[in-house]
């Protein structure tokens, strides 16, 4: 999967994180639009919380409502391996593609450093 576009959106609490929520458009045709956070990490860069799919459509979904169908968790499903464990060089790769799309590591900076 190929990262094509990706922006961060707002600050988010995630499972008692305090984080940023990255929207990213991707070239698989599975899983076009993500929303990815991002946290603090004690190597002093940013960990990838989760990935969660983003259906919601702005003209139906008008309002943030994360607890529908619209914003499944897909964090296990994008990068576990058949034998259920974790492929940790996709998801890496993954996180650094988000991460290094022009300004996006900036803008986390500010969002999560300003808190």
């Known amino acids: 999967m190929i990262v094509t576009e990706a922006h961060v959106r707002r600050a988010a609490d995630r ?3 305090h984080c940023a929520e990255v929207e990213v458009r ?3 045709a599975q899983t076009p639009e993500l929303l990815a956070y991002f946290g603090q990490s004690r190597d002093n860069d940013y960990d990838m ?3 969660v799919s983003n259906d919601a ?3 139906i979904d008008w309002y943030d409502n994360s607890l529908h169908q619209a914003f499944a968790d897909l964090t296990d ?3 576990d391996t058949p034998t259920m464990k974790t492929d940790w060089g996709e998801r890496e790769t993954f996180k650094e593609q988000v991460l290094s799309y022009p300004g996006v590591r900036a803008d986390i900076r500010r969002l999560l450093d300003g808190a």
């Open 15 to 17: 499972d008692g994180l």
């Open 26 to 28: 991707t070239s698989d």
């Open 49 to 51: 919380i989760a990935v």
């Open 77 to 79: 499903e994008l990068f």
């Open 57 to 59: 459509r702005s003209e």
